[in-house]
């Protein structure tokens, strides 16, 4: 089981071109995914002791964070594999990656709820609590839908490949939400939520052009967590949503 690609699909054109390009473009996503969560999190977790910054207030958020960066570096681990061609050793380490989503989720969801109980300073000025959960658990949600049909689809490169670069794109907006340009933070949802959407389009438009054909699951996959942003955002004020989330505290 392989966390970035495993068996090769029969495409047209030429295959070393088209090999060229998925190692350029995952080695740009790899590179891309860890620099914005560095960027969005220094201050308050990777370089917390350059900045007075509030203490982390949990374990799980210590955890949380532990967990989301060996996340990060599995993922630059499993792209430089597959450009090695250590084919073998990429498709072991994936079952790694499947207990580590695993612990992702665990921790994230425990985060996610016991900020929105006990308050964050991470929140975005004047959104409650209870409302704004809805935006970590989808990110919880379409996680597991991706990472799961990445799993799925392990046998196809291309998909497999498509839906392993959407989780790490899904991962963007709590970062970039944190990143500390006072202008691009003033835009709110349509900076942290608007970049990943043009960043999911433009490489749905790349891989369609160098390949000559749209990849379908691609395309489900960019349509399904773009439409993702626009549920939460109308969800997140509704009397339906608050009760769900009081319920989600409970766990915390």
């Known amino acids: 089981m392989s966390i970035v690609q495993s068996a090769p699909d029969v495409q047209v054109g030429r295959p070393s071109d088209r090999h060229l390009f998925d190692r350029r473009l995952f080695l740009a996503a790899a590179i891309v995914f860890a620099l914005i969560n560095l ?16 203490p982390l207030p949990s374990l799980v958020v210590h955890l949380h964070g532990l967990t989301m960066t060996a996340w990060i570096a599995l993922f630059a681990a499993q792209v430089w594999l597959v450009r090695s061609k250590q084919i073998r050793v990429h498709q072991r380490l994936g079952y790694a990656g499947v207990a580590l989503g695993v612990l992702v989720v665990v921790t994230g969801f425990f985060t996610a709820v ?82 990943p959407t043009v960043l999911t389009l433009v490489c749905l438009g790349l891989d369609t052009w160098r390949r000559g054909r749209l990849n379908g699951v691609f395309l489900a996959g960019a349509l399904l967590l773009i439409a993702s942003y ?9 009397p339906q949503w608050l009760a769900v989330a009081a319920w989600l505290t409970s766990w915390a």
């Open 230 to 238: 626009v549920v939460r955002l109308a969800i997140m004020g509704t």
């Open 114 to 195: 016991r900020a929105a109980k006990f308050g964050s300073s991470s929140f975005p000025p004047g959104v409650s609590p209870l409302p704004f959960l809805a935006v970590p658990i989808f990110d919880l949600l379409m996680f597991v839908i991706l990472f799961g049909a990445a799993i799925y689809y392990r046998k196809r490169a291309a998909a497999h490949k498509s839906l392993m670069l959407l989780t790490a794109v899904n991962f963007l907006p709590p970062a970039i939400a944190r990143i500390p340009i006072a202008s691009l933070q003033a835009l709110g949802p349509l900076w942290f939520f608007g970049f």
């Open 39 to 54: 960027l969005g999190f220094a201050q308050t977790y990777y370089l917390k002791g350059f900045f007075s910054t509030p």
